[in-house]
């Protein structure tokens, strides 16, 4: 049976009473950035053994696991950008699958190049409106931001490949020696270029690309079910494809509203009100054989939450619950 799984930020190692809320409305795992371990960011971007045995032994205590420990892009952009230190970069990520493998930490993600990190966007994309109840959620409007010339400097798309290919070649293999799962999320929004700034996992053929590229049954994909529904492709395709190839190791659980090709914006919607029927996607998993983990992903606010969302969380849980318990029950 799939598991349910949730985000936490480094704050949330100081809130065990969070961290026990989390078991207590049906959590399962946890997906922790290598951020929340002391000293990997002063390091850049490369964790410690003694700063991430804490870390685990914190959410232990909590009843929870930590299913999917993420690197951060912003930490392997001299790679993404050509520039010197790359190597240094690379052998950091060598360093946090092998660190993975000694914990026990089943999946790594290692995240693509982002068009917003090679500088600023002449305009925002994101404003917050209203949803059922008047609760607020994002909207992203690409409209301006499409098909625009590349700015002095950027990277090619085929630059930004072979940089991509480059780690994955590197961290794979060690990866898969040490019995880790290696998950790319892709773009997300999912368009090959914003402000004329290449990006190169925005669609399934993207994924197969890379796939082929470095061959390995350690190597697969968060499938994000909202940016795949953004990016116009058939989600329950991408399930089908991915998942009888075993290639899908972490899901965001999460829905949305338009699709980019029909409408040019999309908004990330409260999981029972997108153009999705969540039901059909779990059903979906579950009929490739996927029992990993699901997760709801982005974190929206309902009126009365606070600053952590515990509200908008346990809305979220439950819905999930009573759609794994409904597809377990019909199996």
Known sequence: ???????????????????????????D?????????PGYSDAGGRANREGLEKVVATIDKAGLKIERANTSNGHY????????????????LIVNAELCGEFDLPVMGIQCFQASQFGHFPKSMHTYVEGRGGYKHLRVDLSEA??????????????????????????????????????????DPPVPSIYGVPQILYNFAAFDRLFAEVPSPNNGMTFCVG?????????????????????????????????????????????????????????????????AVIDYDHIMRLTTDGPEGREYIAYCVGHMRGLLQSIESRA
């Open 1 to 27: 049976m799939m598991k349910i799984g949730t985000r936490i930020s480094p704050d949330w190692l100081n809130r065990p009473d969070d961290l026990r809320f989390l078991k207590q409305i049906g959590v």
């Open 29 to 37: 795992c946890v997906d922790i950035t290598l951020d929340i371990c």
């Open 77 to 92: 952009i001299k790679t993404f950008l050509g520039q010197p230190g790359a190597e240094q970069e690379i052998e950091n």
């Open 146 to 187: 499409l098909d625009q010339p590349p700015p002095e400097g950027a990277p090619t798309h085929e630059e930004i490949w072979e940089r991509t290919v480059k780690i994955f070649s590197s961290v794979v293999p060690v990866a898969e020696s040490v019995g880790v799962k290696v998950a790319m999320h892709g773009n």
């Open 227 to 291: 940016t795949r529904y953004e990016s116009g492709e058939d989600v329950f395709e991408g399930i089908r494809h991915f998942g009888e190839q075993n290639q899908i190791f972490h899901v965001h659980f999460r829905n949305v509203h338009g699709t980019i090709p029909a409408n040019k914006h999309y908004e990330e919607v409260i999981p029972d009100s997108g153009d999705l029927d969540m039901y059909r996607v779990a059903r979906a998993l579950h009929d490739v054989g996927y029992d």
